[in-house]
């Protein structure tokens, strides 16, 4: 079995018009998993077989059309129906892909908004005598995520310091083991 048929086999990322950048990296990684990103990030055009082509030249021609055709095949399945039928008069992959982007990403001043919402629900996190200490972590790890993924540097120091300073009390030997033990920057 080769690599790109049982690829295929993964689950294509769906965007219903909620999450457009994690849906975007997904979708990214998925083409370039298929060898089809180029064609997206590139937008190359394909110039017509001369008189007389060689094999070479029939091969490579075909390919990358078929590429082309690939990746827009995948953007197409790869988003609702209500998003397809806005994108579904885009002549390629390219232009799919620009105007997603454009359409959901948001401008600079909406994803600095965005930012400033997610870094005030990390600063609002308080462990919760029901979570688990991994759990605790793995949320404030999301939020600390979406925040990367809008453009913006945050640094795992910055998580560790968030943990340790609003863990639960009955944690409190364990927060002072570490401390004493690790280089907690």
């Not at 049982?6 to 998925?30: C, T």
């Not at 059309?65 to 806005?86: H, Q, Y």
Request: charge should be negative; charged fraction near 30%; glycine fraction near 2%.
């Amino acid at each position: 079995m080769d690599v790109e048929s049982s690829f295929s086999h993964v689950a294509l990322p769906i965007f219903d018009g909620e999450n457009y950048d994690l849906w975007a990296v997904r979708m990214e990684s998925y083409l370039e998993a298929l060898d089809l990103w180029e064609a997206v990030e590139e937008d190359y055009e394909i110039d017509p077989l001369p008189n007389n082509p060689t094999v070479a030249q029939m091969k490579n021609h075909k390919e990358r059309k078929t590429k082309k055709a690939k990746a827009k095949a995948c953007l197409f399945a790869g988003v609702s129906k209500t998003i397809f039928t806005r994108i579904m008069t885009l002549q390629t992959a390219s232009e799919i892909w620009n105007y997603l982007k454009e359409e959901y990403a948001g401008d600079a001043r909406i994803r600095s908004m965005q930012v400033l919402n997610l870094i005030r629900e990390f600063e609002l996190q308080r462990m919760k005598e029901s979570e688990t200490v991994k759990q605790y972590a793995d949320k404030l790890l999301g939020i600390a995520n979406k925040v990367r993924l809008l453009g913006t540097e945050f640094p795992d120091s910055r998580i560790v310091q968030k943990i340790l300073v609003t863990m639960l009390e009955k944690y409190e030997a364990s927060i002072a083991s570490l401390e004493n033990t690790k280089d907690l920057s």
